[in-house]
Antibody, heavy 122, light 106 residues
Framework: QITLKESGPTLVKPTQTLTLTCTFS??????????VGWIRQPPGKALEWLAL???????RYSPSLKSRLTITKDTSKNQVVLTMTNMDPVDTATYYC??????????????WGQGTMVTVSS | AIRMTQSPSSFSASTGDRVTITCRAS??????LAWYQQKPGKAPKLLIY???TLQSGVPSRFSGSGSGTDFTLTISCLQSEDFATYYC????????FGQGTKVEIK
């Protein structure tokens, strides 16, 4: 069974850096074609893709947020970490991580974590 | 950026109805399109990928079609558990989502 779970702070102050961890099981991020992505959703709004990392350490970022994002993986721990700098209240959202199996389904987000709500407020 | 536009943004329907949601890409994306269902307070769930391939475990009343710039998601016989918000997503280039279509009970 494949599962993903996001963890991190629920509240951050403006200008701080957010660090989120996606811990997964049931697959390996060293398997060819596998990737993990981050997607966020402000309250009542649409989904927005943030970043992707693939099994070969190829990394992709949303052009509008690229300067603020860093995505890394720790294959031995089955974790993917996303950092976002200079947080602002408009970054308040539920943050999801999700599995990609590019070799079978392209960059469609196959299985999602439950999400973690992050509020940016002083 | 490839912009994805869904229509309508919301509508009301009854159980048993056949419903269609449209997604238009601002440029051609071949068949690199996915559809998701999201219920309140829950994560999105992949329904369809490659424009028309049904995700394992998804009921056959869901179907997708289209290629290039115009795509549709059809629910052939709406069930009570299908009232939700639906999103399209292209992955021809870096992923972008549509704004969502909320299907409400009439």
């Amino acid at each position: 069974q494949i599962t993903l779970k996001e963890s991190g702070p629920t509240l951050v102050k403006p200008t701080q850096t957010l660090t989120l961890t996606c811990t997964f099981s049931g697959f390996s991020l060293s398997t060819s074609g596998v990737g993990v992505g981050w997607i966020r959703q402000p309250p009542g709004k649409a989904l927005e893709w943030l970043a992707l990392i693939y099994w070969d350490d190829d990394k992709r970022y949303s052009p509008s947020l690229k300067s603020r994002l860093t995505i890394t993986k720790d294959t031995s721990k089955n974790q993917v970490v996303l950092t976002m700098t200079n947080m602002d209240p408009v970054d308040t959202a539920t943050y999801y991580c999700a599995l990609i199996v590019a070799t079978r389904k392209g960059d469609a987000f196959d299985i999602w974590g439950q999400g973690t709500m992050v509020t940016v407020s002083s | 950026a490839i912009r994805m536009t869904q229509s309508p943004s919301s509508f009301s329907a009854s159980t048993g109805d056949r419903v269609t949601i449209t997604c238009r890409a601002s440029q051609g994306i071949s068949s690199y399109l996915a559809w998701y269902q999201q219920k309140p307070g829950k994560a999105p769930k992949l329904l369809i990928y490659a424009a028309s391939t049904l995700q394992s475990g998804v009921p056959s009343r869901f179907s997708g079609s289209g290629s290039g710039t115009d795509f549709t998601l059809t629910i052939s016989c709406l069930q009570s558990e299908d009232f939700a918000t639906y999103y399209c997503q292209q992955y021809y280039s870096y992923p972008t989502f549509g704004q969502g279509t909320k299907v409400e009970i009439k």
